[in-house]
């Protein structure tokens, strides 16, 4: 009677190993409740393996040699929810067959794209070759939430083909694009149809733009977190970050170029907390918390059209009762009469001063011995 329990156990066991699906070579597959993950991580690999098992949630093939990203034919994609592809050689990829023909006898098209991924929600494409994105990456993955193209070779936000080619508002989240060759903010995110609608959170650090639209940011209404900094940035404008839905939380500008703030340049912004303008060359800021130097720069045809618009609209003026973070260390400060007014008794004029505590004066040269805010209480200035 025991032999025969210890065969049934013996049965059983064998029979519960042997239906775990099995892990392709140079592999390992782990389970954990739903969660089903398999690790491919620096295998010297070219090609993803194609016999991925049944089920499987996570993917993570870092540090091989993968050049495309070919996202067709798996049987398994309607599980897949995290793919990290980081720091391959990947320059394409490719989601849909160009031999198929569409419904309107037409190549090419989202009727084109052979494989989709219901459940795909993050995607690491960090550190690989990337110039563009294939046009209907978004009807692929109609539930991704966190995109991160970190260390690549984009240029323009426009080749990511991300903003336009969907009729809805996507579920993406997060988009982050640090470390690239982006040169300015394009306006493909300046239309009311842009399928961008949902983000929350833009980090665009790291990369060498040099110019801000007014208005760039207008039709993203979800947008909580603005990332720019270590740019080339020179100039912002007014009205540089508004959105229709007024939700942008932190902006971030430190280590750029940045000499001059227009007055209305964070205007539209009441749920504002946080800004960080570390390390520019700005040499005053007034109780608007703009630059002292206010050029007569006019932009563009559209920019002129969209400061008119949204100043005889009304609803987009300049609000910082929200405020609890300011950072403006690491400036060359003006010790003169222009910082005279931030000595006045004002709720933004104490976090800016409390961020200048250890801020010594670079000019004039006499004053440099001192720290700013001793400097400026010295000052005796005629603010009639």
């Given at each position: ?6 065969v ?29 993950t ?7 690999m ?69 494989t989709?991924?219901p ?21 692929a ?9 970190d260390?690549n070779?984009i ?9 336009s ?15 690239n ?19 929350l ?7 060498i ?24 940035l ?15 939380r932190?902006?971030?500008l430190?280590?750029?170029r940045?000499e ?12 504002l ?7 520019n ?30 100043t ?45 505590t ?27």
């Amino acid at each position: 009677m025991r032999s025969c329990r210890l065969v049934i156990v013996v049965c059983v066991l064998f029979g519960f190993a042997s239906a775990q699906p099995r892990c392709p070579q140079r592999c390992t597959c782990d389970y954990y409740a739903t969660i089903h993950t398999i690790n491919c991580d620096s295998q010297d690999m070219r090609q993803l393996p194609h016999d991925i098992p049944d089920w499987t949630t996570h993917v993570s093939f870092d540090g091989n040699f993968l050049t495309t990203l070919r996202l067709i034919g798996f049987n398994t994609s309607v599980y897949f929810e995290e793919f990290k592809f980081r720091y391959n050689a990947i320059t394409k990829l490719e989601i849909s067959d160009e031999n198929l023909v569409s419904k309107e006898g037409r190549k090419g098209g989202c009727n084109d794209v052979v494989t989709i991924f219901p459940r795909l929600k993050s995607v690491n494409l960090r550190g690989n070759k990337i110039h563009n994105l294939p046009k209907c990456l978004l009807f692929a993955w109609p539930m991704l939430k966190i995109l991160i193209l970190d260390q690549n070779r984009i240029t323009r936000i426009s080749e990511l083909n991300l903003a336009s080619h969907l009729s809805h508002e996507s579920s993406l989240q997060e988009l982050s694009i640090m470390r690239n060759q982006i040169h300015r903010i394009t306006s493909d995110l300046q239309t009311p149809a842009t399928s961008l609608r949902g983000l929350l959170y833009l980090n665009l650090g790291e990369n060498i733009i040099s110019k801000i639209q007014t208005g760039v940011f207008m039709f993203l209404p979800k947008l909580r977190v603005v990332k720019l900094n270590d740019n080339r940035l020179r100039i912002i404008p007014s009205y540089a970050f508004v959105t229709t839905g007024q939700m942008v939380r932190e902006i971030y500008l430190q280590r750029n170029r940045i000499e001059v703030i227009f007055i209305l340049a964070f205007a539209g912004q009441p749920r504002l907390q946080t800004i960080d303008l570390r390390t520019n060359m700005i040499v005053c800021l007034n109780i608007m918390f703009t630059s002292c130097v206010q050029p007569d720069v006019r932009g563009t045809r559209f920019e002129r059209r969209m400061r008119q618009s949204l100043t005889s609209r009304g609803g987009f003026g300049v609000e910082y009762s929200s405020l609890r973070g300011v950072r403006v260390g690491g400036n060359p400060w003006s010790c003169n009469c222009t910082l005279k007014p931030l000595m006045q008794n004002t709720s933004t004029n104490q976090l800016v001063r409390s961020s200048m505590t250890s801020e010594t004066c670079h000019n004039p040269p006499t004053m440099r011995q001192y720290d700013v805010i001793t400097a400026i209480e010295q000052l005796h200035c005629d603010l009639t």
